[in-house]
């Protein structure tokens, strides 16, 4: 079965330096892909960042980039030179490819401080 | 282009009380999942359908919750009769199908629910 988990329910960066969000999964599909998104306060649903299980290398998006370690099966969103508006809850999510079947992560919440 | 419109926004109901939760997907999105937010669990994905066919949904809580897709444009998620444990913030999201695609899921705004 599919699985994915966060560990850090929050996190603080100092703005314009560097954060990791950790991100394991779980699955015994050998096609699967991804995801980070990112919640404002005010709720919304925010795409960031994909990564494909076969893609030899990892996903960049401007700031963002996912740090895909497939052996450790580990996923982790690391954002640059964080700003005051990076503050939200973040979620890691997957795919399997076979079933189609989308979860997510627990979320960490993080806050950037001035 | 519209994105996935959910309504309502905002339900405030009293236990016992039927709940339904409505989502129109966004045109020619073939994947359409229902989300159930809260704090304690995060985002649990409670079922999702393929072409109006319910694939999985073991995520559904129990037998008060259902789910059904009557055409490519709606579905709805009632739940019957509300707890007060089942606040929280109801998501619908859509996807295209195409495999080659980011497989990025679009959300609608939620819908949260408050049972009294």
């Known amino acids: 079965a599919q699985k994915i988990t966060q560990t850090q329910p929050g996190m603080f960066v100092q703005e314009k330096e560097a954060v990791t969000l950790d991100c394991t999964y779980d699955t015994s599909d050998p096609s699967y892909g991804l995801f980070w998104y990112k919640q404002p306060s005010s709720g919304e649903m925010i795409f960031l960042i994909y990564q494909g299980s076969y893609d030899q290398q990892n996903a960049t998006e401007g700031r963002y980039s996912l740090n895909f370690q497939k052996a450790r099966k580990s996923a982790n969103l690391v954002i640059s030179a964080s700003q005051l508006g990076d503050s939200a809850m973040y979620f890691c999510?997957?795919?399997?490819?076979?079933?189609?079947?989308?979860?997510f992560g627990t979320g960490t919440r993080l806050k950037v401080l001035a | 282009d519209a994105g996935v419109i959910q309504s309502p926004r905002h339900e405030v109901t009293e236990m016992g009380q039927e709940v339904t939760l409505r989502c129109k997907p966004i045109?020619?999105?073939?994947?359409l999942f229902w989300y159930r937010q809260t704090m304690m669990r995060g985002l649990e994905l409670l079922i999702y359908f393929n072409n109006n066919v319910p694939i999985d949904d073991s995520g559904m809580p129990e037998d008060r919750f259902s789910a059904k897709m009557p055409n490519a444009s709606f579905s709805t998620l009632k739940i019957q009769p509300s707890e007060p444990r089942d606040s929280a913030v109801y998501f619908c999201a859509s996807s295209p199908s195409i495999r080659g695609d980011t497989g990025e899921l679009f959300f609608g705004e939620g819908s949260r629910l408050t049972v009294l």
């Open positions: 999510a997957m795919i399997d490819s076979g079933t189609y079947k989308y979860i």
């Open positions: 045109s020619g999105h073939d994947y």
